[in-house]
């Protein structure tokens, strides 16, 4: 066994472990993704506690993985361990890796699928799983060892073998090897093909026998074409995302007996919402997360944690049993029966009352709060024992540890707002592509009914303009629950979602997940906007975004980073909805942007050119027929030329994005591995689509990204490269 079970995960970190040395024997090569950049985080506290030296090698594509091999690797004896985090679990390792015997090679990756090379066959090779090999891939198991190994559970079977009729292992060598892709499959095609050699019956053979033999090879050459044929279809079925790479690290430092900490149970939660707010699992894979993150909350916060529980619907949102004005209704007698969400926002904004509802159970994590305080720290019955009216005239002193209670994680009813916290009301809707797509604000109605909705909520414009931090309490209290009263009158529904906040104490802005995941993001590509601040920000855009992790000066200049690429990404999505710039095909949706002006180069990255692509998807989503709502996206982005001599040969970046619920076509084999945890039955064709493409229509392309559906394509080419793509979608 080469992959790791989730229950053992502990096993593979023990190998790292016992073949350390004194000098950094560790090699670290992390994808430039903010789900990679928390499990690194988490990762080096368990090395810095067992006093093992390491060194950190961002990468953002396979080529950069097969450069370094020589020089990190071949030419460093040292080294005795290496580990990939979010890349290369859908390549055959040692395609890019040379594998010393004494080398160790952990993969924690969220790509899927697998290959199965790396967790089936190289025992150098640790995968964790998720659960989806232990639970879904048995049977692919089996095939892949039976074409791997040949069955010789019989002597005759395996004399049949020797004679020629299956086929031979040399031909079965390269099968599989590859990340899925048309070369792989035509490598299992052509092993699957019979021999057209003719055999000569032995003449002093039974013809009963001759018979039963000649069935029997028949019987076997059928079960070998049918492994052949689920391999196939696994790696045909789509690439999709299985569980955080952070998630994945903290219960891997929970197995060391780490105790979480409020650090990394933080990191894996941003980890895992950044899957979230890119689309990379569906509502039900989020519903697990934050099912397994608010009990990892409760563990370091007990404080924090809320008696009430979200009760999710298929899309992923909260929502009441009962409309919102019932449990509104001041005028009623008895407190009228509310939702999970309902409660979690009751108990969330502080309404006096309510807590006397909550049944008090004995199963409830502890709370400090409750207990009884004593005498000489009851600072109310100090002050009225010494005649006082304030700590200053009793002579009494605040105690810092008050302070220090602020810094905590806790569960939250967010509004889909982007960066809501840190910028004023208005500009966190106008910005914010839930709102955008639904009141379509690129129109002059579409303006109007934003500021309509606005003054529903309560405020005027001036507060509606003014930074959120400094509203009213009672406003920002009334926001909330307003929101979730009247947008259902604007198309929004589900403008309130399950999420976490975490405090940094008195001085400085709460901060949710999904607004450090943005900021995160933003760092990861500050060379394309860090010019027109000054940020002084010296280190990369990775090791920013890495000491953002745990420097909030250095995650200030994120969300500063962040707010201007959300201006980018809605203003550049808006003028190409008023231009008409998206042309809706039979099977798919296309996107192209123009020639590099008004700042264009910041989507030659994917990340950006995504929440360029996603933004634009779900606004054409709400204003199209039904027949056309769901349909795939395809999006080009110009990249910025590296020298003046490279402007007549341009690139664009391609990338490729299904819907989470896009209809796919029915599995060529039922298997239990067409369905995962975390992304359902969703899977992204584009990958092997775009390889086949290309080969066909002789275009200059550039893949090995370690997203597959991801790639570079010269200008002059994309003419072709489209025209062949309509043909194959």
Same mark, same amino acid.
């Given at each position: 066994?080469?992959?790791?079970?989730?229950?053992?995960?502990?096993?593979? /970190?023990?190998?790292?472990?016992?073949?350390?040395?004194?000098?950094?024997?560790?090699?670290?090569?992390?994808?430039?993704?903010?789900?990679?950049?928390?499990?690194?985080?988490?990762?080096?506290?368990?090395?810095?506690?067992?006093?093992?030296?390491?060194?950190?090698?961002?990468?953002?594509?396979?080529?950069?993985?097969?450069?370094?091999?020589?020089?990190?690797?071949?030419?460093?004896?040292?080294?005795?361990?290496?580990?990939?985090?979010?890349?290369?679990?859908?390549?055959?390792?040692?395609?890019?890796?040379?594998?010393? +015997?004494?080398?160790?090679?952990?993969?924690?990756?969220?790509?899927?699928?697998?290959?199965? /090379?790396?967790?089936?066959?190289?025992?150098?090779?640790?995968?964790?799983?998720?659960?989806?090999?232990?639970?879904?891939?048995?049977?692919?198991?089996?095939?892949?060892?039976?074409?791997?190994?040949?069955?010789?559970?019989?002597?005759?079977?395996?004399?049949?073998?020797?004679?020629?009729?299956?086929?031979?292992?040399?031909?079965?060598?390269?099968?599989?090897? %590859?990340?899925?892709?048309?070369?792989?499959?035509?490598?299992?095609?052509?092993?699957?093909?019979?021999?057209?050699?003719?055999?000569?019956?032995?003449?002093?053979?039974?013809?009963? *026998?001759?018979?039963?033999?000649?069935?029997?090879?028949?019987?076997?050459?059928?079960?070998?074409?049918?492994?052949?044929?689920?391999?196939?279809?696994?790696?045909?079925?789509?690439?999709?995302?299985?569980?955080?790479?952070?998630?994945?690290?903290?219960?891997?430092?929970?197995?060391?007996?780490?105790?979480?900490?409020?650090?990394?149970?933080?990191?894996?939660?941003?980890?895992?919402?950044?899957?979230?707010?890119?689309?990379?699992?569906?509502a039900n894979g989020y519903t697990e997360v934050v099912r397994r993150m608010r009990e990892m909350v409760r563990r370091v916060c007990p404080s924090a944690a809320s008696a009430a529980e979200f009760r999710l619907d298929p899309a992923g949102m909260a929502r009441s049993a009962e409309p919102a004005d019932a449990a509104l209704d001041s005028s009623s007698t008895a407190a009228p029966a509310s939702s999970s969400s309902q409660a979690l926002l009751d108990s969330q904004l502080g309404i006096p009352g309510l807590e006397d509802n909550v049944p008090?159970?004995?199963? *409830?994590?502890?709370?400090?709060?409750?207990?009884?305080?004593?005498?000489?720290?009851?600072?109310?019955?100090?002050?009225?024992?010494?005649?006082?009216?304030?700590? $200053? +005239?009793?002579?009494?002193?605040?105690?810092?540890?008050?302070?220090?209670?602020?810094?905590?994680?806790?569960?939250?009813?967010?509004?889909?707002?982007?960066?809501?916290?840190?910028?004023?009301?208005?500009? $966190?809707?106008? /910005?914010?592509?839930?709102?955008?797509?639904?009141?379509?604000?690129?129109?002059?109605?579409?303006?109007?009914?934003?500021?309509?909705?606005? &003054?529903?909520?309560?405020? =005027?414009?001036? +507060?509606?303009?003014?930074?959120?931090?400094?509203?009213?309490?009672?406003?920002?209290?009334?926001?909330?629950? %307003?929101?979730?009263?009247?947008?259902?009158?604007?198309?929004?529904?589900?403008?309130?979602?399950?999420?976490?906040?975490?405090?940094?104490?008195?001085? %400085?802005?709460?901060?949710?997940?999904?607004?450090?995941?943005?900021?995160?993001?933003?760092?990861?590509?500050?060379?394309?906007? $860090?010019?027109?601040?000054?940020?002084?920000?010296?280190?990369?855009?990775?090791?920013?975004? /890495?000491?953002?992790?745990?420097?909030?000066?250095?995650?200030?200049?994120?969300? @500063?980073? &962040?707010?201007?690429?959300?201006?980018?990404?809605?203003?550049?999505?808006? @003028?190409?909805?008023?231009?008409?710039?998206?042309?809706?095909?039979?099977?798919?949706?296309?996107?192209?942007?123009?020639?590099?002006?008004? @700042?264009?180069?910041?989507?030659? =990255?994917?990340?950006?050119?995504?929440?360029?692509?996603?933004?634009?998807?779900?606004?054409?989503?709400?204003?199209?027929?039904?027949?056309?709502?769901?349909?795939?996206?395809?999006? &080009?982005?110009?990249?910025?030329?590296?020298?003046? *001599?490279?402007?007549?040969?341009?690139?664009?970046?391609?990338?490729?994005?299904?819907?989470?619920?896009?209809?796919?076509?029915?599995?060529?084999?039922?298997?239990?591995?067409?369905?995962?945890?975390? &992304?359902?039955?969703?899977?992204?064709?584009?990958?092997?689509?775009?390889?086949?493409?290309?080969?066909?229509?002789?275009?200059?392309?550039?893949?090995?990204?370690?997203?597959?559906?991801?790639?570079?394509?010269?200008?002059?080419?994309?003419?072709?490269?489209?025209? %062949?793509?309509?043909?194959?979608?």
């Amino acid at each position: 066994m080469v992959y790791v079970p989730s229950t053992r995960y502990e096993d593979a /970190y023990r190998r790292i472990v016992d073949r350390a040395g004194t000098a950094a024997s560790v090699l670290l090569f992390v994808a430039m993704d903010v789900d990679a950049l928390c499990a690194l985080r988490i990762l080096t506290t368990l090395f810095k506690r067992d006093s093992i030296g390491y060194k950190i090698v961002p990468v953002s594509n396979y080529s950069e993985i097969a450069s370094m091999n020589q020089t990190l690797i071949v030419q460093n004896p040292q080294i005795k361990s290496v580990v990939f985090l979010n890349c290369t679990a859908q390549i055959d390792i040692q395609d890019f890796v040379t594998l010393r +015997e004494d080398l160790n090679i952990m993969v924690i990756d969220s790509h899927r699928p697998f290959n199965l /090379y790396n967790v089936f066959w190289h025992e150098q090779v640790q995968c964790l799983d998720d659960g989806d090999v232990e639970a879904n891939m048995q049977d692919l198991r089996v095939a892949f060892e039976n074409i791997e190994f040949g069955d010789s559970s019989s002597g005759e079977e395996s004399s049949d073998e020797s004679s020629g009729d299956e086929v031979s292992s040399q031909e079965l060598e390269g099968a599989g090897r %590859k990340r899925g892709s048309s070369e792989m499959l035509e490598d299992v095609a052509k092993a699957d093909r019979p021999q057209q050699r003719r055999r000569k019956r032995r003449v002093d053979m039974d013809p009963e *026998e001759f018979l039963r033999e000649q069935q029997r090879r028949a019987e076997r050459r059928e079960a070998r074409a049918e492994q052949q044929r689920l391999i196939q279809a696994y790696y045909s079925q789509g690439t999709y995302y299985g569980q955080s790479c952070a998630i994945s690290t903290l219960m891997l430092a929970e197995q060391l007996g780490q105790p979480p900490s409020l650090d990394t149970v933080w990191w894996a939660i941003v980890g895992a919402t950044s899957q979230q707010l890119l689309q990379l699992i569906d509502a039900n894979g989020y519903t697990e997360v934050v099912r397994r993150m608010r009990e990892m909350v409760r563990r370091v916060c007990p404080s924090a944690a809320s008696a009430a529980e979200f009760r999710l619907d298929p899309a992923g949102m909260a929502r009441s049993a009962e409309p919102a004005d019932a449990a509104l209704d001041s005028s009623s007698t008895a407190a009228p029966a509310s939702s999970s969400s309902q409660a979690l926002l009751d108990s969330q904004l502080g309404i006096p009352g309510l807590e006397d509802n909550v049944p008090i159970r004995e199963n *409830e994590p502890f709370n400090p709060y409750l207990n009884e305080i004593p005498e000489e720290e009851d600072e109310a019955y100090l002050r009225a024992r010494a005649g006082a009216s304030t700590n $200053a +005239e009793a002579g009494l002193l605040t105690s810092s540890k008050n302070v220090e209670q602020t810094v905590t994680i806790s569960e939250s009813a967010e509004l889909r707002f982007l960066l809501l916290r840190h910028w004023s009301l208005s500009k $966190a809707m106008q /910005y914010s592509p839930y709102v955008a797509t639904r009141l379509a604000t690129w129109s002059s109605k579409g303006r109007s009914r934003l500021d309509l909705l606005v &003054a529903k909520l309560g405020l =005027s414009r001036v +507060e509606a303009q003014a930074p959120y931090l400094h509203l009213d309490p009672e406003l920002k209290k009334q926001l909330y629950r %307003k929101m979730s009263s009247v947008g259902p009158d604007y198309n929004m529904p589900d403008a309130l979602y399950p999420g976490f906040v975490r405090d940094y104490g008195w001085r %400085k802005s709460r901060m949710s997940a999904s607004d450090m995941v943005l900021a995160l993001l933003a760092l990861l590509q500050k060379d394309t906007w $860090a010019g027109e601040f000054e940020l002084h920000i010296n280190t990369s855009g990775f090791f920013a975004a /890495y000491d953002a992790l745990s420097q909030y000066s250095m995650l200030r200049a994120g969300i @500063q980073g &962040a707010q201007h690429l959300q201006q980018l990404v809605v203003g550049q999505g808006l @003028q190409m909805l008023e231009r008409q710039a998206v042309k809706t095909l039979r099977t798919f949706r296309l996107a192209i942007l123009g020639d590099l002006e008004n @700042q264009l180069h910041i989507f030659g =990255s994917p990340f950006a050119l995504r929440q360029l692509a996603l933004f634009l998807m779900q606004t054409l989503r709400e204003r199209s027929k039904s027949a056309h709502a769901r349909l795939p996206f395809i999006i &080009a982005g110009p990249m910025p030329s590296e020298s003046p *001599e490279q402007m007549g040969t341009e690139k664009l970046l391609v990338l490729g994005i299904t819907p989470l619920d896009y209809p796919l076509v029915q599995p060529r084999v039922a298997a239990p591995f067409n369905r995962s945890q975390f &992304a359902g039955e969703s899977r992204n064709h584009f990958g092997m689509v775009f390889e086949q493409v290309a080969n066909e229509c002789g275009a200059d392309v550039k893949r090995g990204f370690f997203d597959s559906s991801v790639m570079e394509i010269g200008r002059s080419d994309v003419s072709a490269f489209v025209d %062949k793509l309509r043909r194959h979608l």
